[in-house]
């Protein structure tokens, strides 16, 4: 049953909305004054709250800036009787769900009850989510490196500075750049990564910064490249040391003067976008070898965090193998197995030339391979 909230001084207004509400079957309560309001809606879990805008001790666009800086999921609908085009504008600038004036129509009062209804279960949903994917995300070990990568991670999210991340294949960069993301202010704007290594040279100029139609054989229509889809947000260029010359001339110019102009066009668009970057390439030799741009590099590297191999945060494996042990029965749908001691100790004395996402296969592996209790046997057999 959704849960309503009524917020408005005059206790007539009050009862009739209440007795209409509650004849719909929702869960409905009261507060007579702004104050009171707010007070019931951070406390509690409102799907909506029906917000008259002149109330003593607190008004109604006050309560709604309120609950906005809350983040809470519930849909706040204004009720005024002074229906201005004035109010319900500063009213939407300010989050309102939608201005309502009374005496309310009954039929427009409903379905937008029933809409902000729907708004606020996918506000929920979303949040839920992000959350759920940021676990994913989490960086699980207690090892002095990990720990220092946390810490680096933790004083730059907040910041703009750019950041190149390093290490082997498997180790994790990926992981560090969605937290760099999702713990800084662009969190709720996209990421958009490219894997550069994977894009063949000749297209990586058309993938990152778009093309206009007829600018080459096969471009039948325009496209919107990576750094105008990340706009607002943040660009993981993954692998950045496989990037053409030609290429990373265009980055650093985009970096340099935050335009971009697409291939086969002369118009330069603006873009907003963090750009984090990530190599398994030791760049400085890439540069001596001629293959990497150095004032690219110097751009790029504001901030160097390293990811260390599997191989030295070893004590770390029993939390990562817990991780996904959890992860993986999630996504099966079953319980989570456990791993004997024995066969924990012989995984943490593997060499792991994969790192981590050696380690996520092999524990993928095992779950489906072996019972509920996994074995030093198993672990000799799958791993």
Known sequence: MAKLIIVDDEQKIRAALRDILEYEGYDVDEAKDGEEGLDMILKA?????????????????????????????????????FGNVENAVEATKRGAFDFITKPPDLNRLLITVRNAIERAKLVQETKTLKK?????????????????????????????ARVLVTGANGSGKEMVAKQIHEKGSRANQPLVEVNCAAIPSELIESELFGHEKG?????????????????GGTLFLDE??????????KVLRALQENKITRVGGDKEIKVNVRVIAATNKDLRQEIVNGNFREDLFHRLSVIMIHVPPLAERRVDIPLLADKFLHDIATEYGAPAKDIMPDAMNYLQSLPWTGNVRELRNVIERLVIMCGDNITLDDVKSYA
Request: glycine letters at 6%; proline letters at 2%; a neutral charge.
């Open 132 to 160: 759920r994917i940021y676990k994913l995300n989490e960086i699980v070990g207690e090892s002095d490196p990990i720990k220092k990568v946390k810490d680096t991670i933790n004083r730059v999210a907040a910041t703009e």
């Open 215 to 231: 600018s080459f054989t096969g471009a039948a229509a325009r496209r919107v490249g990576k750094f105008e889809q990340a706009d």
């Open 45 to 81: 879990s409102y799907d909506v709250a029906l917000c008259d805008i002149k109330m003593p001790k607190m008004n109604g666009l006050e309560v709604l800036a309120k609950v906005s800086e809350a983040e809470k999921s519930t849909q706040v609908v204004m009720i005024s009787a």
């Open 240 to 249: 950045i040391g496989d990037m053409s010359l030609s290429a990373q001339a």
